[in-house]
């Protein structure tokens, strides 16, 4: 029997990490697993109808969510700016203002969705989610566009980065802005017929999230600077950077959609799951994906110097010469080309990417596990794995 990592344990309405000890350990029992390697050429797994299911009110209820700003009484527009910059990052609108009919730079909204998802399969009137599944995608939106000045990205969903066209100063504000407008969000869950404690609650559960979200990102800038990250470091930080708000998406849902404790529960610790999941599988595109769909160089994670899931486990498990080139690599400011190769190979030899995979495999595993002991339709739970395989195997 495979070794799986309890990454968390749910209590009624918090999240308690296990122990470094526990979850070190875990990771050792873990790599007893064998790993099957991905296989090369195949079909990119269909996209679930759930993120067309609920598109229509995710966009609605963000649209619903972000103001748009009046012209001051002077008639000084520089006010509506800042409505142009969030809608140009959120896709709606071009550089110039102009609005746009259909936008492929708008995400597949995850999050929302699985808050909108998890309502309906309790039983839940879907729609009185709105609010706080709107809510998640500007937390969402507001931290891409800090990261973006961070990391100095210039490219977000196939257009310039908002700090690339308007400069730092500004997308600061555009981010803060979002998050802004995400707080807001949840108290309206009210004016759709969800009790008071309700809202409140799940107000509480979006900002306790963002918290998190925060100190994962915190966590991964101050991995940086370090080559002792190892397996352990990393799922702990992923789980608050990544997993926070897809915890919360599912959480809200299921305190919205049902008055079952136990229920709510379950689905916060399978969106848990789910998020370390979705990251691992995101770290193997970053550096085995294919350029061609995910618009990326491959190898591009490792010329950033990435510390990813495959690079901090080939850095514990890799010995000698490997583990000297690979250290060696990753303490130059700028890899160069031969040291990218110098990765991959011992990425290769230690057998990173098929141990990364059947990691999210496993956590996804555990996410549907998790749902079977909710009393869920049969669809529900039917459409729940077909997400689970689709993150897993998916190609950008």
Known sequence: MTARIPFVSISEHRITRYSRSILINAIKLERTAKAQPIEQGASPAP?????????????????????????????????????????????????????????????????????????????????????????????????????????????????????????????????????????ASPLRLTEQGVPTTKALRASQILTEGCLSMIQGQCMDLSFEG????????????????TGALIRCGTEMGALIGCNDTASTVLYASAGAHLGIAFQVRDDVLGIWGDSEVTGKASGNDIRRRKKSFPIVYAMETASGAARQRLLEAYGKDTPEEEDVEDVLTVLDDVGAESYAHQMAVDQGELASGELRKIPVEPWAQAEFDDLVQFLTARQH
């Not at 259909?102 to 998802?117: D, N």
């Not at 370090?226 to 950077?241: C, E, F, N, Q, W």
């Open 226 to 241: 370090r080559l002792d990250i190892g397996p352990a470091d990393y799922l702990d930080m992923v789980s608050k950077k």
């Open 47 to 183: 996209v679930p109808p759930m993120f067309s299911r609920y598109q229509a009110h995710i966009i609605s209820g963000l649209k619903s969510a972000v103001p748009c700003f009046s012209p001051s009484a002077n008639g000084d527009d520089s006010s509506n700016e800042l409505y142009r910059m969030m809608a140009y990052h959120m896709g709606w609108m071009d550089a110039s203002g102009q609005v746009m009919e259909s936008s492929a730079t708008q995400g597949k909204a995850l999050r929302p969705t699985l808050c909108m998802f998890a309502c309906d399969s309790l039983g839940g009137d879907c729609s009185r989610a709105v609010p706080a599944a709107s809510a998640l995608e500007l937390i969402h939106n507001f931290s891409l566009v800090h990261d973006d000045i961070q990391d100095g990205d210039v490219e977000r969903r196939h257009q310039p980065t908002v700090w690339y066209l308007w400069g730092e100063p500004m997308a600061l504000t555009v981010g803060n802005a979002l998050r802004a407008a995400a707080d």
